[in-house]
């Protein structure tokens, strides 16, 4: 049985997307559509398409009936399927706030909303599947993104320096993390744009005057206000910006989320590697549905110290591996030099994209050329080689095998 192939993803077109990165990286023509994401996996909604001997095939379909030739015993065993979702991300306005939900609960509410008759296509659907969506991120570029609560010390001196939320002061103090998030996704809009309106008209003219960090809250708050189809309903994921840490990471480094870490992607590029899965609860920033009381279950209402992940470097001076809690993905930064070869042996499936340069990907039976863009698919047991045409940068996915 063949184990190498091409393997094409689908580009994903939401709202927040960018119109040139990945039609660039990709070498397609998208005249001026949001391109988003690109996916490469084999979930339902978008599964990737095979080149085989056959002509192509579904990814999905393919796994499916050639469970553990693709995955191997461990992998086809333990999950069932493939276990991750790669994509490819170009954030030109920032996404909603949101959370995931642990696998226990993600079962449970997909069962429920399924007894309950609600398609799963429906606009208010919170669980498109009963699977957890822990993910990491490694940037491609500058990447800005809201991540978890900040400490208490931190969060005591926004609600005091920010004049428009001292009156929360005492709400934290009584309630804590989850009593001033329920505070204030629970108030009317009526008492959210008498609250926001007077900040907003303190940070918008500064924003459009270009005075304002990008290390600042106020910053992406004013940006969310301008790009709002809607100036006048003002969002309640405004108190998350200044509720949560804002992070940077710089090309090449990392942040893993967890189930129930609240967070929200603001700009950048990134490599996206994430449990199989499309489950999101929203809370805010978003024309999209909010369940205020789902999400209030799942927050994790606790301090998060931002881990940004340089990723550990192996013997072989190639692959720099970026290593999370998840079971079910591994996520690899594979620089090669022209003078360099990358060899292994896949423990389970692997999806290597090429994001520069030019390679050759060769097994025992064949032999593919991949540019920029282009991607390969090794099934479990490929001993495979990888050398470069070019100095080039690429990302492979996996799941780690005991």
Not at 146 to 175: I, Q, R, S, Y
Not at 310 to 332: C, T, V
């Amino acid at each position: 049985m063949a184990k190498l192939f091409p393997i094409e993803g689908k580009i994903q077109n939401y709202a927040w997307g960018g119109t040139t990165y990945i039609p660039n990286l990709l070498s397609v023509d998208k005249n001026g559509e949001q391109c988003a994401e690109y996916w490469l996996g084999g979930h339902s909604k978008a599964p990737s398409m095979i080149k085989t001997s056959e002509g192509e095939k579904s990814l999905d379909t393919y796994i499916e009936a050639n469970l553990e030739p693709v995955l191997g015993h461990y992998i086809a065993e333990k999950f069932g399927r493939l276990p991750f979702l790669f994509k490819v991300l170009d954030v030109r306005d920032m996404l909603s706030i949101q959370v995931h939900p642990t696998k226990i609960e993600a079962e449970k509410g997909f069962k429920k909303e399924n007894e309950a008759g609600i398609p799963v296509t429906a606009p208010n659907r919170n669980y498109k599947d009963d699977n957890h969506k822990p993910e990491i991120m490694v940037a491609l570029s500058e990447f800005w993104l809201l991540h978890g609560f900040l400490t208490e010390a931190k969060l005591k001196t926004v609600l005091e320096t920010v004049p428009e939320f001292n009156h929360l002061k005492t709400v934290f103090e009584t309630g804590g993390y989850f009593g001033l998030y329920k505070h204030v996704m629970e108030e009317s809009q009526e008492e959210t744009n008498k609250v926001l309106q007077p900040l907003v008209d303190r940070i918008l003219p500064e924003y459009k005057a270009g005075k304002i960090a990008k290390s600042s809250p106020d910053y992406w708050a004013a940006k969310a206000v301008d790009s709002a189809d809607d100036a006048s309903i003002l969002d309640k994921g405004i108190y998350s910006i200044y509720f949560f840490n804002i992070v940077k990471a710089n090309k090449g480094e990392a942040v893993f989320q967890d189930a129930g870490i609240p967070h929200a992607y603001l700009e950048g590029q990134n490599m996206e590697l994430m449990a199989n899965s499309d489950n999101v609860l929203r809370g805010g920033l978003t024309p999209k549905h909010v369940d205020v009381p789902e999400l209030l279950k799942h927050v994790a209402f606790e301090e998060t110290i931002p881990n940004v992940m340089k990723g550990d470097l192996q013997d072989d001076g190639i692959e720099r591996i970026y290593k999370s809690l998840a079971p079910d993905f591994q996520l690899s930064l594979i620089s090669l030099e022209t003078s360099k070869t990358y060899k292994n042996t896949a423990k389970t499936a692997e999806i290597i994209i090429v994001i520069e340069g030019e390679v050759e990907a060769q097994d025992a039976d064949a032999k593919v050329s991949l540019e920029k863009g282009q991607s390969v698919l090794l099934l479990a047991g490929c001993e495979y080689t990888i050398k470069p045409k070019a100095n080039s940068v690429l990302y492979k996915a996996t799941a780690p095998v005991a």
